[in-house]
């Protein structure tokens, strides 16, 4: 059963936006308040708009599983990885091994005053936000997903 | 009195979910019952950190005051993130129990007490 | 050769490697099938072998600290934060190193068993990401040293075992003792938010040394040590909070029962850690003490008086694993209560005390075991009824000899490893207490009075017609079970050097507070 056409089509205005602002969540995680789990969260609601907004089995075709799953995984070994990156420097486990390197992330003079911040610090922080964020957004789709067709199998 | 405002807040939130728990035999209020009293739990980290008139811990600029140690907003965000994970598998057991068994009563689930 | 890596980062690797294996598993499994087998099994044994060497090292050379983040691995203390432990710690000390024993031993023969028991199921991608993550999570709860990351811990151990236990979903009573399991388990778990949320509250640190140190016994520590010996042992399976264990023992596949078993266990050294290294002699070391021998008394007995009416076989040894956890609170409460006492220590607490912790090590072994030829008898013959079982012996020899041992070793006959443990408990707690050494006996003689029964009703008697053509298990799962078998007669034969290098060195790692608060806060 899909909506009315008035949810349908603030669905489709709205999907972009929340996708935007959930990703806008991921990266300035740093900074802002947020982060990677917040950013994953709101994005994964925008699937939930779309699927709530249209019928399930009319949306299902066009969700990518295989993608999500990916996500799923692939978030986390991002994760790991940057851990385990550190080690492979020489330091600890989960050594913030970009910080003040001066390249991605790792800008070691930060502007004083206020301003909008300043992206490209933190050190492996961000990578971290965008691990948990990646492996967020799979996985709870993908919870949604099966919740949904589990719902799905008592109706029809 | 009003210092102590959040604490009794505390107090009142784990009453209500330790009851729920306790009382009700239906899975998805038991699991409102886990979300609140996690809640409760979360409230009063948050509580415990906060200092009056301390500041967010920026150092860039920062003004001659004391700031406050993040460590309690770092370890309620975690617990809302197992909290999460946790609601949606007890939801998932619930939906495959209804499933299963036509019911969400605990009362009413009773092939292991046989 | 060990390369320079390991020296340095192995109590790390060990809960990395099993977590990297856990989320590359179904990215694996998309492609083949018995690739996964492989990288599965690799992955167990190279944790396995990372917390063996964790655990050789700290054994010879002491307690391993290892800072997560810092610059150095062994700097708990920066000297820029003021004396104060900031970031997550890992503290490895011989107690620690004794589970670590455990969850390799347990974990790699559990592993060798599941991929031939559990082989040919569906949805095996999510299974082994979940059994991996719940060794990973027992690793981290067993070596970690900092309350909140002993609870995040704990939560991924409940959340897998939970899903593991619910794995059969078709079945639906799976999903149901599954659900009943993460419910008490949750509740554990908030449980222990609260008592982070008490201690970080007055003393501003999560550390357990720094707690320790700071360690005041107010009121509200009170509240919060009711509510660690409320959780944990809940978690442990322990009577009065023991309901759940039967049913989520029973019903999981065999191969999750026997690591579930170590995830309990993993609790059990929780609850010790903290009371002897958060409370130690700051509390009333003979109520706590006598608390915790009452909780084992009242387990021992009931575990042991339901045992014997079960009909399901797993039922019924899921029961004497609540009998079993009783000995271990019996040994170490003893120990606990004459904690203030150094006379009565020396003559015979300490005794109690190892007692108690070597029948971790050995429950958790022949409880695998027992719990792993249930399993097979169940994977041949498709029935969990005893009273539909008979004449097995004929036809399935290495398990009934498997199960033989394991059996004896929980009943406490020698030359197998459950007698060595017990007698140590029965003989100190006699001085201590001679009724309870009584009871402990009594229960003894129990667990062999029903275990006889099970064997009688699984292997002897002729051999019935509908299971003329049961088969012998399959090899890897006779691996997994025949190492579990040598290593209860290996620890029965040669108890006293068991107890000599692994013991000891443990229960004096949770007696000595003060070394484990030196070798993070340094001095003293």
Redesign the interface.
């Known amino acids: 059963m899909q909506m009315s056409k008035i949810v349908r089509l603030s669905a489709d205005i709205m999907y972009p936006f929340v996708v935007i602002f959930g990703l806008y969540v991921i990266m300035h995680g740093h900074i802002t308040p947020g ?1 990677g ?1 917040q950013g994953g ?1 709101v994005v994964a609601t925008g699937a939930a708009l779309v699927i709530v907004a249209y019928a399930f089995h009319d949306v299902k075709a066009m969700i990518p599983k295989i993608l999500l ?2 996500q ?2 692939g978030g ?2 991002l994760f ?1 990885g940057a ?2 990156a ?2 492979l420097l020489g ?6 091994w970009l910080a003040n390197s001066g390249s991605l992330f790792g800008t070691p003079i ?1 502007p ?2 206020p301003n909008p911040g300043e992206l490209n610090t933190g050190g492996f922080l961000p990578l971290m936000n965008i691990a948990v964020g990646i492996e967020v957004w799979g996985g ?1 789709t993908l ?1 949604i997903l ?2 949904i067709s ?2 799905g ?2 109706e029809y | 009195m009003f210092a102590n405002l959040p604490y009794l807040t505390v107090v009142v939130l784990t009453v209500i979910g330790l009851s729920i728990i306790l009382l009700k035999r239906n899975m998805v209020k038991v699991t409102m019952g886990l979300n609140i009293l996690t809640s409760a739990v979360n409230l009063l980290i948050i509580v415990l950190g906060y200092r009056e008139g301390g500041i967010a811990p920026i150092y860039t600029l920062a003004p001659q005051t004391y700031m406050v140690l993040p460590t309690p907003q770092a370890l309620c965000l975690t617990s809302i993130v197992i909290g999460v994970a946790t609601t949606a598998l007890l939801l998932s057991f619930t939906m495959v129990i209804y499933r299963k068994y036509g019911t969400v009563n605990v009362a009413e689930m009773r092939e292991l007490k046989e | 050769m060990i390369p320079q890596f390991l020296w340095d980062h192995a109590p790390a690797m060990t809960v990395a490697v099993p977590l990297l294996a856990a989320f590359l598993c179904p990215l694996i499994g998309k492609f083949t099938a018995t690739g996964r087998k492989a990288w599965v099994l690799a992955a167990a044994a190279a944790t396995s072998a990372l917390a063996l060497f964790t655990a050789w090292r700290v054994y010879t050379m002491g307690t391993w600290v290892y800072v997560f983040g810092a610059t150095v691995p062994n700097l708990s203390v920066p000297p820029d934060s003021g004396g104060i432990p900031i970031r997550i710690i890992f503290e490895v000390d011989a107690m620690s190193a004794l589970m670590l024993v455990i969850v390799a031993i347990v974990g790699f023969s559990v592993i060798l068993y599941s991929l031939s028991a559990d082989g040919k199921r569906s949805g095996l991608e999510g299974y082994y990401t979940l059994f991996l993550l719940l060794i990973a999570s027992i690793v981290g709860m067993v070596s970690t040293g900092d309350l909140f990351n002993f609870f995040v811990f704990f939560e991924i151990s409940g959340l897998a075992s939970a899903a593991l236990v619910a794995y059969r979903v078709e079945a639906g009573r799976a999903v149901e003792a599954g659900l009943k399991y993460f419910v008490v388990s949750t509740l554990a778990g908030i449980f222990m938010l609260f008592v982070i949320a008490i201690l970080y509250g007055q003393y501003n640190a999560l550390n357990i040394a720094m707690l320790a140190s700071r360690m005041q016994f107010t009121m509200l520590d009170k509240i919060a040590l009711v509510l660690i010996i409320g959780a944990l042992a809940t978690k442990a399976g322990s009577v009065p909070m023991h309901f759940w264990t039967p049913d989520a023992y029973a019903l999981a596949p065999s191969s999750v029962t026997a690591l579930l078993v170590v995830a309990s266990q993993a609790s059990l050294y929780g609850l010790f850690r903290l009371i002897f290294t958060l409370y130690n002699l700051s509390l009333n070391a003979a109520t706590v003490g006598w608390v915790l021998i009452i909780l084992g008394v009242l387990s021992m007995f009931v575990g042991v008086t339901m045992a014997i009416p079960q009909k399901d076989v797993k039922r019924l040894m899921a029961y004497h694993a609540i009998s079993q956890t009783g000995y271990m609170l019996l040994g170490v409460g003893t120990g606990l209560a004459v904690l203030g006492n150094v006379a009565m220590l020396d003559a015979f607490g300490r005794m109690a005390m190892e007692g108690g912790i070597f029948h971790i090590i050995n429950h958790a072994i022949y409880k695998g075991l027992l719990f792993l030829t249930a399993g097979a008898i169940i994977y041949r013959v498709g029935t969990r009824d005893m009273n539909r079982m008979g004449g097995l012996g004929h036809r399935m020899k290495w398990t009934m000899i498997f199960f033989m041992i394991g059996a004896l070793a929980i009943a406490g006959i020698p030359p197998f490893n459950g007698f060595a443990s017990k007698l140590m408990i029965y003989e100190s707690v006699y001085l201590f207490n001679p009724v309870l050494a009584i009871i402990a006996m009594v229960v003894s003689i129990l667990t062999l009075a029903s275990f006889v029964k099970v064997f009688h009703s699984i292997f002897m008697g002729p051999q019935l017609p509908e299971y003329e053509h049961v088969e012998e298990a399959p090899t890897a799962m006779l691996w997994g079970m025949g190492i579990l078998a040598a290593l209860v007669i290996l620890f029965g034969l040669f108890p006293q050097q068991v107890v000599d290098s692994l013991i000891t060195p443990a229960a004096n790692a949770l007696l000595d507070q003060s070394g484990y608060l030196a070798s993070i806060l340094g001095g003293a």
Do not use: D, T
């Not at chain 1, 330091?91 to 913030?96: A, K, L, S």
């Open positions: 982060g789990f969260a799953y990916l799923e995984s986390l070994l790991i851990g385990l550190g080690m330091f600890p486990f989960f050594f913030n930060v004083l005053g709870l919870v099966y919740m589990g719902v199998k008592e």
